[in-house]
């Protein structure tokens, strides 16, 4: 694995900070009901993230994932701007306006979604891993989802085809507690998500998914595993939402001291922590990392708000591609 230095350090900082911030703007501009439809925000999971850029090669390694999308694909390498604009509907978005929250995609940076069906990007990952093994490339898939979409049926057929075709993808459930809204101990006999991939052989275990160096160190032993041709892994990251399911969710299924308690171990705070205990920055370098970051969420905001919303001519180049459709004018 790549050392993890104090560059490192600096970096997850500036960098989940900033996911953090980008997601609160989005929070505050859905209520000035600026940004429309669902909105599924990503606070308090942001290790996971960090943890798994920090073992990928962004060159070539591809990722993959369910409707809480926003900050993934900045993390690969897409311009934030563009995602906020995105959800803002706007034509100068990731994809012109016509995804929207749920559908963040970029081809360009390898990040394909963004999927508001529970579970239906589990076999699409393992598809795209499949084509890369096909074309003989030594690329590997990073395959994310919620707790909720491990109890779909298409879970256990794409872990029975992918250990079967010894695929080079890496199967992730962000277990942040709650699907939607029903706590992980209601909806299964077992809470110990990682347990199924032992019906499949399948290399499996619990990461503590609130610690990028956790996260890291076992996202990069999957991934070589991957590249070395020896098939899938299975990894479940516990970690927790600070917000709720969506921005329409009440959370009366939880306490707020048992959201004070997760908070007390936020990937920031101990990233932060150990910058501070090792002297990687003094104070008023992070007050400037901290004004930074603030003033890059201020110019994503700045550019939705000013971009143009799509013509409405797209809808139909992107429905019909037979040029005198009936019913066009």
């Known amino acids: 694995m790549k050392e993890i230095t104090k560059d490192t350090y600096i970096n997850w900082y500036r960098d989940m900070l900033f ?52 900050v993934q694909p900045i993390g690969m390498g897409e311009d934030p701007k563009r995602v906020m604009a995105e959800l803002y509907g706007k034509a100068t978005g990731t994809s012109q306006g016509l995804g929207g929250s749920m559908h963040i995609f970029s081809k360009e940076y390898r990040f394909y979604g963004g999927h508001g069906i529970v579970g239906g990007q589990i076999p699409l990952g393992a598809g795209i891993a499949f084509g890369d093994k096909y074309k003989g490339s030594d690329a590997v898939t990073l395959c994310y989802f919620g707790d909720g979409a491990a109890r779909q049926g298409s879970l256990h057929e794409t872990f029975n085809m992918a250990m079967n075709w010894k695929l080079p993808v890496v199967f992730i459930v962000e277990n942040n507690g709650y699907a939607m809204g029903t706590s992980v101990e209601r909806t299964a006999n077992h809470t110990d998500i990682w347990k199924l991939g032992l019906g499949y052989e399948m290399p499996c275990g619990p990461v503590d998914g609130m610690n990028p160096i956790k996260v890291a160190e076992a996202v990069d032993e999957a991934i070589q595993r991957a590249r070395r041709g020896d098939g899938p892994t299975f990894l479940e990251m516990k970690t927790y939402r600070y917000r709720g399911h969506s921005m329409s969710d009440a959370q009366h299924y939880r306490t707020k001291e048992e959201v004070e308690e997760y908070k007390k171990i936020d990937p920031i705070t101990q990233v932060l922590d150990i910058i501070k205990k090792n002297k990687y920055a003094t104070d008023e370098e992070i007050k400037a990392i901290d004004k930074e970051v603030k003033q890059l969420v201020d110019e994503c905001e700045k550019f939705a708000d000013e971009s143009p919303y ?13 040029e005198d459709y009936p019913f066009i004018k």
């Open 19 to 70: 996911w953090r911030k980008f997601e609160d703007k989005l929070a505050a501009v859905y209520i000035q009901q600026k940004v429309r439809g669902f909105l599924h925000l990503y606070n308090g999971q942001e290790a996971v993230l960090a943890g798994s850029l920090h073992a990928m090669d962004l060159t070539k390694d591809k990722m993959i994932t369910a409707y809480r999308n926003h």
């Open 310 to 322: 799509p013509d409405l001519s797209i809808l139909h180049d992107v429905v019909y591609e037979q």
